[in-house]
């Protein structure tokens, strides 16, 4: 018998719907990262609610659902809690979010310094110059540097015929400050002197310009940060 199941985005209510197979197997494919709710309703059952359910980047989820005999009005309702464990695959997925890009103090300004924060990733790239958008010297849970896949939002950002080049680059957005000023000294901001005045003599030339600057890049506040 097939069941209907529903994945509900917590943050947009939008709804995406799904039928079990002969052995009561389900998938939703292509699910963008965020907070879900997985709903199954069967007539002759309580309808079942597992919510904030917390989706990373391409990441596979296994969500056992049981149903009980009941009435479809009654809801069996499950909330998912703390971090779970990949039972569907050996994959492993990690985020870097926008907040830590504008934040962290990157070595070299290259984002990619990033990626060895995540668990089970080991960076042997030097990272002092800027970065140029490559995911060489990363290799994640000991597998090749070439066997991994970044994306960007969801979206797969490396070079199909090379795997460590990557298309498309994140947004660092360090702010700048600085203040400049000047030293000066001017002939019209002083007095004559009484010989000159007595002789009817203008006041002598006296102009120094002394220009100092200083520029410096600071890193915003996250929650001032617009949305990307």
């Keep these: 018998m097939s069941t209907p199941a529903s994945l509900i985005n917590d943050a947009t209510g939008a709804r995406r719907g799904a039928v079990t197979n002969e052995v009561g197997l389900y998938t939703f494919n292509a699910v963008q990262p965020g907070a879900y709710t997985v709903q199954v309703e069967q007539s002759g059952f309580k309808t079942f609610r597992r919510t904030k359910i917390e989706l990373t980047a391409n990441e596979s989820r296994a969500i056992d659902i049981k149903l009980d005999v ?9 909330v998912a809690q703390g971090a779970t464990v990949n039972t569907a695959s050996g994959e492993r997925a990690g985020v870097v979010t926008a907040a830590q890009l504008d934040t962290l ?7 990619m310094g990033t990626v060895r924060l995540l668990p ?8 002092d110059a800027p970065g140029f958008g490559t995911n060489s010297g990363i290799y994640i849970q000991g597998g090749r540097g070439d066997s991994t896949n970044i ?9 199909p015929a090379f795997m460590i ?3 498309v680059a994140p947004a660092l957005r360090p702010e700048f400050h ?3 000023y000047e030293y000066r000294r001017n002939e019209a901001l002083n007095a004559n002197n ?3 005045n007595l002789t009817g003599l203008p006041r002598a030339r006296y102009r120094y310009d002394i220009f100092r600057y200083t520029v410096f890049s600071a890193f ?3 929650a001032k940060c617009p949305p990307r």
């Design 70 to 78: 009941g009435a479809t009005a009654e809801t069996v309702q499950v």
């Design 105 to 111: 103090q990157l070595k070299g300004r290259d984002y």
């Design 120 to 127: 089970g990733v080991v960076d042997t790239k030097n990272r």
């Design 151 to 159: 994306t960007l939002d969801g979206v797969t950002s490396l070079v």
């Design 165 to 167: 080049t990557l298309m």
């Design 178 to 180: 600085g203040s400049a």
């Design 194 to 196: 009484f010989f000159n």
């Design 220 to 222: 915003p506040d996250p």
